[in-house]
């Protein structure tokens, strides 16, 4: 399986600021995915990351408040722009490559 | 729609016990059944994985046993540890392109 390197592992914000999540793959990927994990929640799939065309957004997800790039076949980033107390959670990246791989996450809390 | 169903929520199991925890699923597109384990503040980390061609999978106290017909699938945790303490995920997935629905989680407690 690939090995995910993410960063930032947390952060603190203040409200109406943003902060972009960066996740770097050791290996090609063609799907990159993005979650998020409230607290003591199950994952919740944010979007899709295909490289080279626009990501794909799951309902209540839109492409403004989560803006992602995906320049190449190792690397995504998340954005949580314009944030507020309610995007507190865990972030999570993943790839496919011989099974799921996920990063560490990123736990950001909005005050 | 909750796509894939896990239950219980939470699981208090005495050490030496087995832990139990089950998943039904609706799309019949998929082809991937895999088991997280995750520890606070850590990402989740796979513990075992099953496709339906199989109905049962091993590895050391770990086993899912996979009902194609029913449409579920469980995970068996033999001779429980309190190191085995932390939340358990089932998902599902139609192919390695496509995202991994999981289900709502299970608390596991291993009391010793």
């Known amino acids: 399986s690939a090995v995910i390197s993410q960063k930032p592992s947390r952060d603190i914000c203040q409200r109406g600021t943003s902060l972009t999540i960066q996740c770097q793959v050791d290996s090609q990927v063609t799907m990159m995915f993005w979650y998020r994990q409230q607290p003591g929640q199950s994952l919740t799939l944010i979007a899709t990351a295909n490289q080279g065309s626009e990501a794909t957004y799951e309902s209540g997800f839109v492409i403004d408040k989560f803006p992602i790039s995906r320049p190449n076949l190792t690397f995504s980033t998340l954005t949580v722009s314009n944030m507020s107390p309610e995007d507190s959670s865990i972030y999570l990246c993943?790839?496919?490559?011989?099974?799921?791989?996920f990063g560490s996450g990123t736990r950001l809390t909005v005050v | 729609q909750q796509q894939v169903k896990q239950s219980p929520q939470s699981l208090i199991v005495q050490k030496g016990g087995i832990s139990i925890i089950n998943c039904a699923y609706e799309n019949t597109a998929f082809d991937y059944f895999p088991w997280y384990q995750q520890f606070p503040g850590k990402g989740p980390a796979l513990l075992i994985a099953?496709?339906?061609?199989?109905s049962e999978k091993k590895e050391g106290r770990f086993t899912i046993s996979f009902n194609k017909s029913a449409k579920q699938f469980s995970l068996h945790i033999m001779d429980s540890q309190p190191g085995d303490s932390a939340t358990y995920f089932c998902?599902?997935?139609?192919?390695?392109?496509?995202?991994?629905?999981f289900g709502k989680g299970t608390r596991l407690s291993v009391i010793a």
């Open positions: 993943s790839a496919y490559l011989d099974g799921y791989t």
């Open positions: 099953i496709r339906p061609d199989v």
């Open positions: 998902a599902a997935s139609m192919s390695g392109n496509t995202p991994l629905v």
